[in-house]
Each structure stands twice: as structure tokens, then as C-alpha cells.
């Protein structure tokens, strides 16, 4: 006699179930009601492919293996059956090999029942209906293909007298999926018995063509089965064909119990982490430019989303890197909360055009005030869990519309979880270890086969975006890569801090990845070297402090190991704006040079600052003062700026109608150095407003993996399975709750007056005796329903009684009760 699933796992004792869930924590989300539904849950499809998703290619061909050798009248299958047919090819495995795959598979329930009668569970057929890649017996499809299989000999003789043609195609679907589709009218065509060229384009699954289908169908080789005549159809290969095509190979096809060998030779540690390193200076820096860049002109939204080709490439132009670069780290950017849109009001939306505007967030301060590696860990972080794949931008959607960056059409929900595939076979290979990409993918393919065929162009999307982000270096995962993803996968099976809000950087220490990647880098720096052309050279990273007061008073020229400034009249002038002194200056240079202060820069500073504040701005629409009449003559004959209308009020006073604004920028733009002043006539000096758009939250801290399940600790899975028990037996005890409160004697109208003072008299008595009752009662639907509780006082005209079950309290209207019944 078959035993059920559910009955299988109700004799299981509660650490083999809690091994279970451990196992496929899927089935907790949220807690089964009782064993029943437990396997009901443990054989859905959607549970069951989650399951599979996660085993290897080795066993997943046990798997097929045990769908194989099954009675085919429902029965099991036997594990010396399983072995039997996993050792029937040319390169057997170990059976031990064999064996642990079963265990495996048990423990999963995917298998269940003793090894001498296991069962399959039944979502495995509807997640993969074609075990091995191999069709339906003949008998199930086709009365005639059947004839032709039984005869060996026959069959034999008919696959030797396939044209060459036919004969690719069979080899083909033999390797597997087992169906084809063919197009209209080819199996109407006539059987020409001639050799065509097998199309360029046939592939599982794809469209065979030509003369060659019809020879097949003809012999019974293949079998129609949908479609009809000048229609598209689909064709199946018979498994006792594909068996007979797979005798080199064996049933299974090739098996492999390891994954593969990479035979790329190692690298050395040192130099992948350098290389490593030395490119996540260069991500720092390149996203600290372009946020700038959007800070000085920030990128329009389109109203179908995203940000427009044209403002992409404006970006890399400014950056020096092309636009699939510019689009990655513009993405991962957004992903970290360090850009975001800014809603525009009616009267910026005239300035600035368009509605929405993307621009660096309130975060970017916070970010750009931090350590370099705790700047890149945030990229990083970002990056991993980011459900954006960045390489469809540029490519074209279904409407064959490009997919522009930020686009909602570059949404995947499984990025994370390639990124993280890919990253963990790096991390599992020996330190330093570069697979080829083409390694790589067979390694996939062969760690989690189901997830891996179909994703290889994203695979290799995810190897490339690593290496330009710093995560791995000369193709090998650096060591503090390995860190980061081992502190994300740890965050996304965490159960008591679901969301990731818990980092070591809020507790003040930095995190492991951090740390390792700070050994690495060149120590921050806090000194420069001044040279004679006025240029400024930082000899390595600079500081946060030194590294504001390098953009404020010094422009930007080049980066790499040491950059270079140069202080120019415009930057001494600015710096001047935000309200330093030329006394500021000379201290600043002096105490941060190691070289002597060039004369040339002293007379630069002087020079400039005399001139600063010259000319004094205030509001009348406008004014301009000064003591020099001579300075305010010559503004007044100053042709750039007549379109500002200046007339004298006196001889030391202009007048404008133009706001202050407007009359700095002309002033300025023509060349002089006013200052703004407030109605006191003291001078108002402030570094320029910078428009930010309003902060977001990281992708890291918003939750990870969308597809991970936290992994519950074993007490707690004791837990969860003690109640899953007590909901089985309140489901086996209500099927034995009397017909009274199952609502057998129901009626329509009002209770009887008798029978609802029985009722009240059962209560109070089990609420004396602490006894459990079955109480019947009607919903707020009018649904007649029964529970089993523990009662604990009546009063008010409400029922207050514990749920045996889940120990929770209920309340329950007098006058909704049907009936009740003591529990013998």
C-alpha cells in the first residue's frame, strides 16, 4: 500500500521535519496549519522548483533516474533500481556517489519512503515533465511508434536508413528537450527521401524543417502531437528512441559526480588583491565625478523613465569612460541612495526644464565625509543587491524602445541572485583562482543547472561589472570580495534583522571587507605639494578635511596615485565667496604644503583679495557701492553690462532693477569681484547653494535577495513543528467534534431557548473545571464552524477561551454559539 507524503512526515519524530524546513525554509512562509498542509505545501509546484533550483547537475540526473526506473502504474522505485541505471553507461560513478545523491534528494523529500519503495513527489513531474530530456514512452503517444519500438531489430534498421539530415535532427532531440516545433505545412510536404541541409537555426526546442521531419514521421521516428495539416506543430521523440541514441553515453547522458576542473593556472594573492584595489580607487573617484557632474547639470527624467541616451553620453564625455561604464556605475549610484529624483516647482520647471531631475541626495555628503573603502563597500553593497541588470541598457525592449538607465525595463528580479551566484563559484575555487569565462559558465551549469542554461549572457555581464567595480581583480575574487559577499549572504539569512539594518558601521566599527580593503590603500593623506606653476600635487588619497578645502580653494586636473590641482584666480576667488580670508589662505597652504609656498601663489592670493569686495551688492531691485568712484565709473561704461541698466545714485552708488542674483553673476562674468551685503551694509559671505534631491534609502539596507528565505535557528524550527503537530491534531480531533457542533442539527431562525441555556450551562462548568469544550458558532458570515478551546470566563455576553492549539485567547459572542460539548 503507497503511503501519502503527509503521513510519511506525520511519523516522522520533530528533528527530522525541523531538518526539513531547515532545508527548504520556503515551507515555514507562513506556518502550515497542520501536517496535511505541510505536504501539500512540500510538493507544490512552486516550493518544489525552488527546491530543484538549488541541486546540482549530478543530482538532478539521480533525480531522473528515480522518475525513470518507477512502476509506472504509480508505484516507487527501489535505490539498486536507481544504481542500476546510473551505472548502466560507459563511465559509471561511485555508487557511493550514487548513493549520497539519494540521501540528498530524501532529505529534501523530494524522494520519500524507504529505500526499497521511494516515491517522487508530484511537483517534480509538472516542474520538469521530461526527466533526463527524455520523451514519453512510445505506447503513450503513438499505437504505431509503439509497434516499431517493440521490434529492437526493426528499430535498428530503420535509424541506419535516416538520411544524414534526419539523423542530426533525432541526434538532437536525443541530447534533449525530446520536442520540436515544426512550421506550417512541413509535415505536408512530401517525402522527397532527399538529404537536406539541416537548417542553420534548429535547436531543442526550435523548429525543425524541411523533408527530413516528414521522413521521421513517416517511420514513426517522431510522433506529431499538436497541430495539423498546413498548420505549425510540435513532434516528440519516443524515449525508446532516444535510448537506443544514447547507447554511447548511457540513459542519463554523461554523468559528472564533480564539478568541473578549471585549468586556468592560479594567480598570485597579492597581485589580485593590488589590482583589485587599485580599481576601487578608480570607482571611488569616478562616481565622486560624476555626482558632481550632476550636481552642475543635472539629468533630466523622461517621462517614459529613466535618463535620455543624450544626457548618458554628456556624462561619459565628462568622465573620460564610455557608456556602458557611465551606465553602470550611474545605476549603482542610484542603488545606493547617493542620487535620486527631485520633483521640480512651477517656477524652477521653467529655469531648469522638465519635471523631474536627477541629482545627488542628501546622502552624498554623508558618503563623500567617509573612508575611501567604506565609500566603495557601499557601492558594493549596492551593487549585489541591486535587482537592475545594467547590461540590457542600451539594448532594445519589446516594443523595440531603447532601454535607457533608471528605466523601469532593466528591472530583474533575479540580478541579485546571479551576481550572487557567479561570486560564490569564485569563492568556493582556491584563492587567487581566474576561471575563464567560459569556465565559468560550465561550472554554473554545472552547480545549479536549472537556474544557470538560458542566463549565460548575464553571467558574463556580472563577471565583467565585478572586475570593474573592484570586486574581483586579474579575473580572481579578491580577498576582500570574498569578505563582502559572505557578510551579505549572512545578512540575507538572518531572521531577527530581516531588513539588513544591522551593520557593523553603525556600531561604529567598520566591517571585515572594510578593514581588509584599508590594508590594501595607500593610507589617506593630509598634505600637498605645492610647486612653482601654482599646481598642487596629494601624493595619495586625500583626507575628507583635506579633500574639501581642495575643492574650495584649488580646481581639479587629474587623478591617479597622486593628484593634481592647480589654484587659479577663479578658485582663490570662490574660496574667498565662501569666506575665507587671504589671511585663511596663506595659513591654509603653509600648514598643509611640505614645500615651500611659491611667491607666486602668496601674490595671487594678496592680489585677488584686494581686489574682493571692491564692489559692495545689495537690493534695491538692486544697488552697487564703492568707495572707488573711479572702479564704479568704469562698471557704469562697462558695455556686457548694459543689459543690467545701471544709473548712479551718487557718486559711490549704482542703481539696477535686476535682483541680486543676476547682478553678481553679470558683475562676475564681466571679470570683477563684488561681495554681497545685507541691509546693515555687512558683507555676506556663503559658499553657493547646492541643490540636492531629497535622500533615499539604500538598496542594501531595503532588504536583499528577493528569492532568499531566512534560515531559522533549530530551536525555533523545534518550534514551529511542535505547533504544525498541535494544528494536526486539532484538524484529527475536529473531524471527531460531535454533529451537534459541527452544525448537523443546524436551523435556520432563532436557537431555541433550551438549547442555548444548555450551551451556557456547559460553559460554566468547563470554566470551573478548566475543562475543553467543543463549541460550535456561527461567523460573521453565517457559516456554521466548530473549535476546541480551553474556557476562561463569560461575562458581558462574551465567551473568553484559549485556543489548545495555537494558546491564543478568543472571544466569542453568547449569542452566536450554537452549541457545546465537553471533550471526553
Known amino acids: ?161 535516416a538520411p544524414p539530415s534526419a539523423r542530426a535532427i533525432l541526434d538532437r532531440l536525443a541530447a534533449g528537450p ?140 565628462g568622465l573620460g569612460l564610455d557608456d556602458p561604464t557611465t551606465a553602470l556605475l550611474f545605476e549603482v549610484a542610484y542603488a545606493a541612495g547617493l542620487v535620486g529624483e527631485l520633483e521640480l516647482t512651477a517656477a524652477t520647471t521653467t529655469r531648469y526644464g522638465g519635471d523631474q531631475q536627477i541629482l545627488p541626495t542628501g546622502g552624498y555628503e554623508v558618503w563623500r565625509a567617509s573612508s575611501l573603502a567604506q565609500r566603495w563597500e557601499q557601492l558594493a553593497r549596492a551593487w549585489l543587491t541591486m535587482t537592475r541588470q545594467v547590461g540590457l541598457v542600451g539594448q532594445r525592449d519589446d516594443r523595440d524602445r531603447p532601454i535607457s538607465v533608471l528605466s523601469a525595463e532593466a528591472e530583474r528580479a533575479g540580478a541579485p541572485g546571479a551576481r550572487r551566484a557567479v561570486l560564490a563559484v569564485l569563492a568556493d575555487l582556491a584563492p587567487a583562482t581566474a576561471p575563464t569565462p567560459d569556465e565559468m559558465l560550465e561550472l554554473l551549469d554545472w552547480r545549479a ?35 563582502l559577499l559572505a557578510d551579505v549572504t ?103 604644503s611640505r614645500t615651500p609656498v611659491p611667491q607666486g601663489l602668496t601674490y595671487l592670493v594678496d592680489d585677488v583679495a584686494r581686489k574682493h569686495g571692491g564692489l559692495r551688492v545689495g537690493s534695491a531691485g538692486g544697488y552697487v557701492r564703492s568707495d572707488d568712484e573711479a572702479l564704479l565709473t568704469e562698471v557704469l561704461a562697462d558695455k556686457r553690462l548694459e543689459s543690467l541698466a545701471f544709473r548712479r545714485l551718487a557718486p559711490t552708488v549704482l542703481a539696477t532693477p535686476y535682483q541680486v542674483g543676476r547682478m553678481l553673476t553679470a558683475l562676475r562674468d564681466a571679470g570683477y569681484a563684488p561681495v554681497p551685503e545685507d541691509a546693515s551694509g555687512a558683507t555676506v559671505l556663503s559658499r553657493p547653494k547646492t541643490r540636492r534631491a531629497p535622500a533615499r534609502m539604500p538598496v542594501a539596507t531595503r532588504g536583499l535577495d528577493p528569492l532568499a528565505s531566512p534560515k531559522l535557528p533549530l530551536p525555533r524550527l523545534l518550534g514551529v513543528v511542535e505547533q504544525i503537530r498541535r494544528g494536526d491534531a486539532a484538524a484529527r480531533a475536529a473531524r471527531r467534534a460531535p454533529a451537534v457542533v459541527r452544525g448537523g442539527t443546524a436551523r435556520t431562525g432563532p436557537l431555541p431557548a433550551h438549547t442555548h441555556n444548555d450551551a451556557l450551562a456547559v460553559l460554566q462548568q468547563a470554566v470551573r473545571d478548566k475543562a475543553l469544550v ?17 474556557p476562561v470566563s463569560i461575562g458581558a455576553g462574551y465567551l473568553r477561551a484559549e485556543d489548545d492549539r495555537t494558546e491564543m485567547l478568543h472571544t466569542f459572542a453568547l449569542h452566536r454559539i450554537t452549541a457545546a460539548v465537553r471533550e471526553d
Open 449 to 483: 543547472p536549472r537556474r544557470a542554461r538560458g542566463r549565460e549572457a548575464a553571467h558574463r555581464e556580472v563577471l565583467a561589472e565585478a572586475a570593474q567595480l573592484g570586486v574581483t581583480g586579474l579575473g580572481a575574487l579578491t580577498s576582500y570580495g570574498r569578505l
Open 178 to 317: 525530446p520536442v520540436g516545433t515544426v512550421p506550417p505545412g512541413a509535415l505536408d510536404a512530401p517525402a522527397t527521401g532527399a538529404e537536406d541541409d539541416l537548417p542553420p537555426d534548429l535547436t531543442n526546442g526550435g523548429a525543425p524543417t524541411g523533408s527530413p521531419i516528414r521522413w521521421l514521421v513517416e517511420h514513426r521516428l517522431l510522433v506529431p502531437i499538436s497541430g495539423g495539416k498546413g498548420a505549425a506543430g510540435t513532434v516528440e521523440l519516443p524515449r525508446e528512441v532516444a535510448l537506443l541514441l544514447r547507447r554511447d553515453t548511457g540513459p542519463l547522458g554523461p554523468l559528472r559526480t564533480d564539478p568541473p576542473v578549471v585549468a586556468s593556472p592560479p594567480r598570485e594573492p597579492k597581485a589580485v588583491d593590488s589590482a583589485g584595489a587599485g580599481q576601487t580607487m578608480e570607482v571611488v573617484r569616478h562616481v565622486e565625478a560624476l555626482l558632481e557632474s550632476l550636481a552642475a547639470e543635472p539629468a533630466p527624467v523622461l517621462r517614459s523613465g529613466g535618463v535620455g541616451v543624450r544626457d548618458l553620453r554628456r556624462l561619459a564625455r
Open 1 to 161: 500500500m503507497t503511503t501519502s507524503l503527509a503521513d510519511h512526515l506525520r511519523a516522522l519524530p520533530d528533528e527530522s521535519l525541523a531538518a526539513l524546513l531547515q532545508l527548504r525554509p520556503d515551507l515555514v512562509v507562513p506556518v502550515p496549519a497542520d501536517v496535511s498542509a505541510l505536504a501539500i505545501r512540500a510538493q507544490s509546484r512552486v516550493s518544489v522548483a525552488r527546491a530543484l533550483d538549488g541541486l546540482d547537475q549530478f543530482t538532478v540526473q539521480i533525480l531522473d533516474a528515480a522518475r525513470l526506473t518507477r512502476d509506472p502504474e504509480g508505484g516507487g522505485t527501489a535505490t539498486e533500481a536507481i544504481l542500476a541505471m546510473a551505472t548502466a553507461g560507459p563511465h559509471p560513478p561511485a555508487p557511493t556517489a550514487v548513493r549520497g545523491a539519494v540521501n540528498k534528494l530524501r532529505a529534501l523529500f523530494l524522494l520519500y519512503g524507504p529505500e526499497h519503495d521511494l516515491h517522487v513527489v508530484g511537483g517534480v513531474d509538472e516542474v520538469s515533465p521530461y526527466p533526463a530530456g527524455l520523451g514519453r514512452p512510445a505506447a503513450e503517444l503513438d499505437p504505431r511508434a509503439a509497434a516499431l519500438c517493440a521490434d529492437p531489430a526493426k528499430l535498428r534498421r530503420t535509424l541506419l536508413a
Open 490 to 592: 549572512e545578512a540575507d539569512e538572518r531572521l531577527d534583522d530581516p531588513l539588513g539594518l544591522r551593520s557593523d558601521v553603525e556600531s561604529g566599527e567598520p566591517s571585515t571587507a572594510v578593514r581588509a580593503l584599508d590594508a590594501l590603500l595607500p593610507a589617506p593623506v593630509d598634505h600637498f605639494l605645492l610647486q612653482a606653476d601654482l599646481t598642487v600635487v596629494v601624493p595619495g588619497p586625500p583626507d575628507p578635511a583635506l579633500a574639501a578645502e581642495l575643492e574650495v580653494v584649488a580646481q581639479h586636473e587629474s587623478a591617479g596615485g597622486a593628484s593634481v590641482y592647480r589654484v587659479t584666480t577663479g578658485s582663490v576667488r570662490r574660496a574667498l565667496d565662501a569666506g575665507y580670508s587671504a589671511d585663511d589662505l596663506h595659513a591654509l597652504f603653509r600648514r598643509r
Open 774 to 790: 467543543w463549541v460550535g458558532y456561527v461567523d460573521a458570515h453565517g457559516a456554521t464552524t466548530s473549535r476546541l478551546v480551553r
